[in-house]
């Protein structure tokens, strides 16, 4: 059965800094690109960023490129979230999934999830 325990979430003042996990089970971790989404009240999920099964290769939303960086440790099965220069915008829950071939895009991530999603973690950024 496939599991995701997101971890990290929290209430943070502008232009702070979070370091989400994702710790997996269920599967094989290190066969398959993930990917971190995101749900902000009253919105749908959108994705935020992917990276491929070996680390090799990350893609991100326009959004949060240059603040946010993924990566993931396989000997852990755990994949992480480092998130500089908050913003208000950036408040959301947090998702992990994950995909089964690597997007063209990030507007396509949300095709080639799988699984269940977890409960996610919350990130609040405000003053």
């Known amino acids: 059965q496939l599991q995701f325990v997101e971890s990290g979430g929290g209430l943070v003042q502008p232009g702070g800094s979070l370091r989400l996990s994702c710790v997996a089970s269920?599967?094989?971790?290190?066969?398959?690109?993930m990917g971190w989404f995101r749900q902000a009240p009253g919105e749908e999920r959108e994705g935020v960023s992917c990276?491929?099964?070996?680390?090799?290769?990350?893609s991100y939303a326009d959004s949060v490129k240059g603040r946010f960086t993924t990566s993931r440790d396989n000997a852990k099965n755990t994949m992480y979230l480092q998130m500089n220069s908050l913003k208000p915008d950036d408040t959301a829950v947090y998702y992990c999934?994950?995909?089964?071939?690597?997007?063209?895009?990030?507007?396509?991530?949300?095709?080639?999830?799988?699984?269940?999603w977890g409960q996610g973690t919350q990130v609040t950024v405000s003053s």
């Open positions: 999934a994950p995909l089964s071939v690597y997007p063209p895009s990030i507007a396509k991530m949300s095709f080639v999830t799988f699984g269940s």
């Open positions: 269920g599967f094989t971790f290190d066969r398959y690109a």
């Open positions: 990276i491929s099964s070996g680390a090799g290769t990350t």
